[in-house]
């Protein structure tokens, strides 16, 4: 095996950082639901401190309207591997229901078993210049971050599908393709 690929050894501590890095929330859940990792972003968007969240079950924890037997956790489970996208009602512990975003998948042990799975989640906002659209259910999740990328590029391009398409460097007609398949619209205009 080329040494210049090995898989780089992260201590626990390591693992804590980089999760805590990252502005998505993220729980990683064992085969019977019970939380085995919560990042700092989980944290905030629950209202759930990482102490009080490790060995609960995920839905007392992220209490949302999908939790429960039909979940995308469940969903993904029972078919034996893949990831979902969802949009869902969260009731953080503390402040008002907020809708978010969230992303699943599997993990799998050294068998090629499920062993778990992780959760991915961020609130989410209508589309009015500031926040993310909808998220187009049953997408992969390249298709969603492939989605999330045309729409933060157009967004920084006001929309402007010429300058946007030269950004990405594909062409107008290829943007247009991708706007369609992945159900990206532009904001309405606001009323005044």
Same mark, same amino acid.
């Given at each position: 095996m080329d040494?210049?690929?090995?898989?780089?050894?992260?201590?626990?501590?390591?693992?804590?950082?980089?999760?805590?890095?990252?502005d998505d929330g993220i729980l990683v859940i064992n085969h019977d639901f019970a939380i085995t990792s919560f990042n700092q972003s989980a944290e905030q968007l629950t209202g759930v401190s990482r102490e009080q969240a490790l060995g609960r079950h995920c839905s007392e924890v992220l209490r949302t309207d999908v939790c429960g037997?039909?979940?995308?956790?469940?969903?993904?489970?029972? &078919?034996? +591997?893949?990831? @979902? $996208?969802?949009?869902?009602?969260?009731?953080? =512990?503390?402040?008002?229901?907020?809708?978010?975003?969230?992303?699943v998948a599997v993990l799998r042990d050294e068998h090629g078993g499920i062993s778990g799975g992780v959760k991915v989640f961020r609130r989410h906002t209508d589309a009015d210049g500031r926040g993310r659209s909808a998220p187009v259910p049953g997408l992969s999740i390249l298709e969603a971050s492939e989605r999330r990328a045309i729409e933060d590029t157009l967004r920084r391009c006001q929309w402007n599908q010429a300058a946007a398409?030269? &950004?990405? +460097?594909?062409? @107008? $007609?290829?943007?247009?393709?991708?706007?369609? =398949?992945?159900?990206?619209?532009?904001?309405?205009?606001?009323?005044?």
């Open positions: 040494k210049s690929i090995e898989k780089p050894a992260l201590s626990p501590e390591q693992v804590k950082a980089v999760l805590d890095a990252v037997d039909d979940c995308p956790m469940h969903q993904v489970m029972r &078919a034996d +591997g893949g990831a @979902r $996208t969802a949009t869902a009602i969260m009731h953080p =512990r503390h402040g008002e229901p907020a809708e978010v975003e969230m992303r398409s030269q &950004a990405l +460097g594909i062409s @107008r $007609t290829t943007l247009w393709r991708k706007m369609k =398949r992945l159900s990206i619209r532009p904001p309405r205009p606001t009323q005044r």
